[in-house]
Structures are given as C-alpha cells and as structure tokens.
C-alpha cells in the first residue's frame, strides 16, 4: 500500500475513533454507522482524485461534494432532484431537519433519542472533522495539525456528557491520533530510502543490516515515545492534587471504593437536567410503585438535598456516607408529640432509568435493596457506588407519614445553634431586594411558620407568577433577581428562590428534587413520568424536622399544614402493598397522548387509557443486531472485491520500489490475468516472445515487455548490473497492453477474478506445511528417548 493510502485509512480510523466518544450522547447510537458510510466516500474520494492527481483545493471541493450528496440522499432523499441531487427543497430540508436537531438538543436530556434531527447534527459534525483531518494529514500531509479537530472532537463529546466521555473513549481517540502520526512517519522515512543499519552482530537471520529488524529502528522508536507518553497522560493526573483521580474518575465521588466503611459524596447538581426532563414532548415512565399509603397526594419521591449556596448554584455539601443500616435512625428534630404513621411501599425502577440517587418518600425509617448503595445520614439519601445506579432496581421502603398541626409548626422553638448557622447561609453577592422582598411579603407575620406560609402563597397565588418550563434556567443570584423581576419560570426557579428568601430571613432551609407522586393507574399502582421530576423547599422546624412546602403553581400539591382545613387520609399503619397485580413499569406515559403539548408540558393532562400497557417502544433492530447486519451486508459486499484488493496491493508493492525481478514477476503475473499461464521453464527472452505472441500486444507494449526483459537478463547474468530507471512505468505500459488486446469478458475477470490470485492459496499451503513440518520436528526431539550412554 502507498503511503497516501496508508494515511487516508490512518485519517479515517483516527476520526472514526474519536467521534466514538459522541456515543454516549444519544441511544440508539446507530448513527455512528451512516457516519462511518459517510467517511468512507469521503475517503475514497479523496483517494481518487489524489491519484488522478487534481488540484489540492479541486480535491477537497470534490469530497465536500460527495459529503452533501450523501447526505442528501440520507436525510432527504423525497425532495431531492432524481432522489440525489441537492436542489433548493433538499437543501431547504437539511436545513430545517438541521434547525429541529439543534432544538432536539436543547429539549432532551443525555442520553437523548436518535431524532432525525440529532443524526443530521452528529453525521454533518463528524464529516466536517473527518474532511478536515483528511485534508490536513493527507492532502497537506501534516497529520500533527489533524490533532487539533481531533481533539475539539472529543471535548465537545466529554462536555455535553458532563465527564460520561470516560477513560475509554479517551484511548480510543489518542490511538486514533497515534496511529495517524505513526502513518505520516513511516510515510516520511520511506522517502529518505533504505536505512544504513550497519554491520549485523549476529548470524541469526533476520539481523543484517537492511532487513525489518533494523531498517525500521525509527519507526519503532516513534512507536515506543508515543507509548510512553499517552502512558504518562493518562498516570500522571493520579498523582496531582485536584484532578480527581484524571479522566480515569468516574466523576461520581460516591465513596472511597467497594468495601470501605467510609467516604464521602460530593453530589452533582441534579437541577441542570431537570429543565431538561421537564421539557420532554412525550411522558417516559421511570418507576412505578405501590403503597398503603391511603393519600398519597404529599407523597413526594425525593432524590436528593441541595443544602449549599455559593451564590452561583444550590448544591450537596461534601458529606461522609456509610453503609445502608438496617434501620435508618431517628429523624433530626422530629418530635414524638407529632402525629406520624408508617407507611410500606414497593418500587420497581425502568430499565431505561439510570440514576445515581434513589428515589423514596421522606423520611424513610427502613430501605430493602440489593446491589452497591451507601447512605447519607444528613439528607437521609441513598447513593449508587461503584457505578451502582437505579437501572431495573426493585426495592421496599418503609417511610414516616408525617403531620405536623399549624399550631405546632407555630410554636416550634428556635432551631440548634449549628443546624441554623449552617442552613441560613446566604452569598455575600444576594441582592439586597431579595431580602427586601422577603420582608414586604412577611409584614406582620408572628413567627417563622407564618413566614414561611406566607412566602408559599406569595409564589404560589398572589405574587402574579407564571409557570413555563421554558424560562431561560439558571440558579445563581442574577436568576434569583430576574425570576423576581419577570414573575415566570418553573419547579427550580419557584424552589430556589423561596429558600433563599427564607434564608435571609433566618428560617432554616434547602432544596429538595426529586419526582411528584405520579399517576394512579388502574391496577392499583403508581406510574411516575420523567415529567413528574419536580424541586420544592424543604424547612426546618424544630419538633417537626425538615418540612415540605410547595410555592410553584399549578405543580404538587399544598401541604395540609399550611392550609385551614383539617388534616385526614393518615395510612393504616398494619397494612401492606398490594401484590395481586404487577408493578412493572411501563413504557406508555401517564399523559393522554391526545392532550395538548402545551398541556403535557404543564402536566395538567389526565391519565393515559393505555397505561400499564406492555412496554413496546423500541423502533427497528436494536444496535448490536444491526450492526451484527449491517457487518454482514459489508461482509457479502466485500468479498467478491478480496482477489482485486490483493492484486492491487502486490502491484503496488511491486512497483513501488521499481526493482527489476519485483517487476519481472508482475509482468507475468499480468499476462497471467489476462489468460497468458506462466512458463517457468523459458529463459526471460523466450518468455517475452511468448507473452507478445500469445497475448497478441501492439508495438509498443510488445517493445516494453522486450526492455523489462532484457533488464532481468542483466540483472541475472551480468558481472555489474546497470540500473535501469522507468521499468515500474514499462510494466504499466505492458498492462495497458494487454487490456486493449483482451476481450470485455477477459478483462472484467482480469479486475475482479485475477488468475495470478490463486498464489494466495499456494503461499498459505506452504505455509501450513512448514508449520507442520516445524511442529513435528519438535514434537520428535520432545519426545525423543534418550540413548543410552555407553559403559
């Protein structure tokens, strides 16, 4: 193979494997295969006109051309000219199909579906890095540059994943890079000729000067630096302070590893993807449970406790985590005056769900799981370690009903001295009209209940507020200031404001996130929706613990505590859950698929009549089997064009270095394609008078095949052969020969079935027989009784 064909299958495979580290973004990830079709034409139009040759800006015009023709053919083939050509509707197609993708992106969270939209986005990214790569490393032929895209590539993937480009994608991607400059420096060593290696030391064959051994000592140093250094990338990082762990950290910070007693969590801020799931088009149901709770309207599953503000996001503390007890303690400040009930409910987790925080009731007195969770006293949460997440998981949570009165909420003493100093916290950089605000809306209340009641209603009915989940999202104090301002936003908005407005006002407080209690369904369970996600402010008061309250309007439900009526529809405390129907989750959402969008969005919509049905939103062939497929199409494909690569690979071999047997051989073995049987028993001569009479050549091939053949004379039998120069450009010339001269039968099996390919088979039948031949040998001195020794 030359070298330019080297570097374009090098240029390939490197964008192929970087681009790998976009497959986490979207499931199914069978766009990866329209884009390596993609690459490929890109490729291999490259090399073609690369060897007509065309000029340098001509070839890159003509890939960018075949790019879009196959994209137009892809992703709108009804409005293109004779389904190929781009014309106005097509190109007006890809660029509203492009718009929806750009959309698509800013809707759905990671992993998100393989919308039409998304594939164009990825397929157009991939083939725009993949053409500049191949320009840059072959066209150019200065691959280190190529890197540059390489690596935009890749971190564009790891930052949309938010780190799930892990360790693996990253070696895939530096392989990739490293093979393209291994390419580029074998390219560049070929040109320098033969390397002088010296005398060989040794008389073992193999080690003189010349041969593989020593001729590619460079190369092979290349080979062991860019080892070492892609080594130390990817070690150093474990011994620097702050990197946790370098890109092999899972970024979850869930502990110190399997086993360990201790640890701590260091949660990511779950509110960035809530304005995400919140804004889905379609329900998905991520769990379904059952309880004998008797109302389970303030039923809210909770995932995790942002208990910090820095001013620019709410977030989980650094907590120590420890194992799961088997009974969870007491509730921080609950007293036992307060009216509670237990209540049992059974959880099963879709197998699309993957979460790293367990959602449940709160507070739960006692969790029953499998698999790796630890347990944060503080927030009371479960967190996967070791990659353990909610996937398929079915658990039993026992939990606390509990009802506080009005009363007791307003005669709860002040909190402890600790717990207040470090849940009243507020930046430095917090408005002074939030807490302004705070205190207009709070005149003349007597106590912290008050307060807290009166800041509720505020967001939730008086203040004018507006829900929409569309709201730009944001959780610093400039979105504090401009929620306050425009009066519209969602759950997260509604949630993060009023616990900062009850921080100013020295009312303990965090953010809760987590799902509402979801839809009953007609067997008896509870579906909850991925549009069931939903933030509320908890509060502490001493002798109830951490209350709910619920600002956001038209979401949830009002605590009874904070209302007049009187509270009811406690649990029965000796029931169980129902098990007479099934708790699967489904795939059909909660949602009447007949409701409005805007509605949906809202998730003002009633029950689904199908809920509970069979889970049956899978669309095609899942990935593995249509890769195993579409391998094989390429497999079947492929085949009939295995003689005609191996034939223009030994005649590039041959000719690359223009010697003069190399050149010889292929001269009969081209003869031998088109049907002219190799007569070993002739002298070079005699050959070449029968190659020009069998083969019927004109003048001028029949004078090339003389001259090569005088040349292999000289090369044989004389003293000091002369070198001979243009004997590669002789050989083309006899092979043009004899396809003007064959028949258009002949001539198609001279490409696609050459004659000359059955030395295939005869080279692996000697060397099937010398690895037996060296088998035996060895098997006989193993086995070989020793003679004995004479007296």
Not at 345 to 363: D, G, H, I, R
Not at 648 to 659: C, D, K, N, T
Request: aromatic residues 8%; hydrophobic residues 45%.
């Amino acid at each position: 193979m030359s070298g330019r064909g080297r570097l374009t299958l090098a240029a390939f495979g490197a964008t192929l494997l970087a681009s790998a580290a976009l497959l986490p973004l979207v499931k199914p990830a069978t766009w990866i295969f329209t884009a390596a079709i993609v690459l490929g034409l890109q490729s291999g139009i490259g090399t073609i006109t690369r060897r007509v040759p065309l000029a340098r800006p001509l070839t890159i015009a003509a890939q960018a051309v075949v790019t879009l023709l196959v994209l137009t053919v892809v992703f709108a083939r009804e409005q293109a000219v004779l389904g190929l050509l781009p014309g106005p509707e097509a190109l007006a197609s890809l660029g509203t199909l492009f718009q929806a993708g750009v959309d698509d992106v800013g809707t759905y969270a990671i992993p998100a579906p393989d919308t039409a939209g998304i594939q164009l986005l990825l397929v157009v990214g991939v083939a725009a890095v993949g053409l500049l790569v191949d320009t840059l490393a072959v066209t150019f032929r200065s691959a280190a540059p190529a890197g540059l895209p390489l690596l935009a590539l890749y971190s564009v993937a790891a930052g949309l994943s938010g780190g799930g480009a892990g360790w693996l994608f990253f070696l895939l991607a530096a392989v990739g890079y490293l093979l393209l400059l291994l390419a580029e420096g074998r390219d560049r060593l070929s040109q320098w000729g033969r390397v002088f290696g010296g005398a060989h030391r040794s008389g073992r064959p193999g080690s003189a000067a010349g041969e593989s051994g020593s001729a590619f000592a460079p190369a092979r140093t290349g080979r062991r630096i860019g080892a070492v250094a892609m080594g130390i990338a990817l070690v150093v990082p474990f011994g620097l302070p702050g990197l946790s762990g370098g890109i092999f950290g899972g970024g979850s910070g869930d502990g110190e590893g399997a086993g360990g007693k201790g640890g701590t969590i260091s949660a990511v801020n779950p509110l960035v993807s809530l304005q995400n799931d919140l804004r889905q088009p379609d329900d998905r149901e991520v769990l379904r449970y059952r309880t004998n709770a008797r109302d389970v309207s303030g039923m809210y599953l909770r995932l995790v406790a942002l208990d910090q503000f820095d001013g620019t996001a709410w977030k989980s503390s650094v907590r120590p985590i420890e194992d799961v007890p088997e009974l969870l303690p007491w509730p921080d400040g609950l007293s036992q005056d307060v009216t509670t009930s237990e209540v049992t409910s059974n959880f099963v987790a879709s197998a699309a769900y993957e979460q790293k925080w367990l959602p449940m009731p709160y507070p739960a007195s006692k969790i029953s799981i499998g698999g790796n969770w630890r347990y944060e006293p503080a927030g009371r949460m479960l967190v996967g370690d070791n990659g353990q997440n909610t996937k398929g998981a079915r658990y039993s949570v026992t939990s606390l009903d509990i009802r506080p009165t009005a009363e007791q909420l307003a005669t709860a003493p002040a909190a402890p001295e600790k717990l207040r100093h470090e849940y009243t916290k507020v930046p430095a950089s917090l408005p002074a009209d939030v807490k302004a605000t705070a205190l207009e809306i709070t005149r003349g209340a007597r106590n912290d209940y008050e307060r807290a009641v009166k800041l509720q209603d505020w967001f939730a009915r008086e203040g004018g507020f507006r829900y929409d989940v569309d709201v730009d999202s944001g959780t610093g104090v400039q979105a504090i200031s401009r929620f306050l301002k425009d009066k519209e936003g969602f759950c997260v908005h509604f949630s993060f404001t009023m616990a900062a407005m009850a921080r100013s006002l020295g009312i303990p407080a965090r953010v809760a996130v987590g799902f509402m209690p979801g839809t009953p369904q007609q067997d008896g369970s509870l579906s909850v929706g991925i549009r069931d996600a939903h933030a509320w402010p908890e509060l502490y008061f001493e002798g109830a613990g951490w209350t709910r309250f619920e600002p956001t309007p038209s979401r949830g439900t009002v605590p009874e505590y904070t209302r007049e009526q009187s509270a009811g529809g406690a649990a029965t405390p000796s029931a169980q859950p129902s098990t007479g129907a099934s708790a699967e989750p489904s795939a059909a959402p909660s949602a009447s698929e007949s409701c409005p969008p805007q509605l949906r969005r809202l998730g003002e919509c009633g029950p689904d009549k199908a809920a509970g049905a069979a889970e049956s939103d899978a669309t095609g062939l899942p990935p593995l089997q249509l890769a195993l497929l579409v391998a094989g199409v390429l497999l079947v494909l492929g085949l009939p064009l295995l003689p005609w690569l191996w034939r223009s690979r030994l005649r590039a071999r041959r000719l690359g270095p223009g010697e003069v047997l190399a050149v010889w051989s292929e001269v009969k073995d081209t003869a031998w394609d088109y049907g002219v049987a190799p007569d070993d028993s002739l002298t070079p001569r005699g050959t070449a008078a029968r190659l020009v009479r069998l083969g019927e050549l004109a003048p001028d091939a029949a004078d090339a095949v003389h001259r090569v053949a005088r040349a292999v004379e000289q090369a044989l039998y004389a003293p000091r052969p002369q070198p001979v120069d243009g004997l590669s450009a002789e050989a083309e010339s006899i092979r043009r020969g004899f396809h003007e001269a064959a028949s258009r039968g002949n001539r198609l099996r001279a490409v696609l079935a050459p004659r000359s390919a059955v030395r295939v088979s005869w080279a692996a039948h000697a060397r099937w027989d010398a690895v037996r031949t060296t088998v035996s040998a060895r098997a006989r001195s193993l086995f070989r009784r020793p003679s004995a020794e004479s007296p």
